[in-house]
């Protein structure tokens, strides 16, 4: 199991269009393979970035999805968000599950090197 | 519903001794009263953190589970990890679920301000 997360600064004047956009423009990345779940999470302190996060079966369920007609029409629409919305560029970060707790037989993902988007 | 993150920093050579240590120390938690789940992750990329975080049903349940016994102790016990595991300061974060995909109907948490742990 994989967890892909999108860690984006946000200036405070700009934070609710954000917050729309993604609960509007989202909805594509469910119907891919290997999807499990995503979530978006505000920060409660500031300085700290908003976090996209999506989990996943496996690492190749997630570079399928990458590589997908579907991610490059889903990411053409998050566009439309104002540049000035971003203080900083987004930092992606991609991590293994190693234990969770709802699903305690699950193995930890193995260990898959490195990884970058671009 | 609220997300309460462990940023570490682990050096590469003792990144399986942290690992045990938290999967073995971690069980309490299940017990706390709103508590939802809780996952440990391994970064993919270097320089990235583990992260250890837990779900709750609302601020309200983890403050009460960091003001409880039941967390002094279990804090004890992930003493045992030697101290340069740690190559630089832990970082806590603690998000509100704004969007959760697994449950759509779920009320986007009320922003409740800044929290600090000490």
Known sequence: MLIFAIR???SQSNANPFK???RDGAGWVDQMPGFISNHVLRPVNEGDPYVVFTI???RQDFINCVRSDAFTK???QSGTLPKD????????????VVQDSTRPDLPPEP???PFKMH
Do not use: R, Y
Not at 85 to 96: D, G, R, T, V, Y
């Open 8 to 10: 984006i600064n946000v």
């Open 20 to 22: 729309e956009s993604f």
């Open 111 to 113: 260990h898959g090197g």
């Open 85 to 96: 919305a971003f203080s900083q560029s987004n930092k992606l970060e991609m991590h293994e």
């Open 56 to 58: 996943w079966t496996s």
């Open 74 to 76: 889903g990411h053409a």
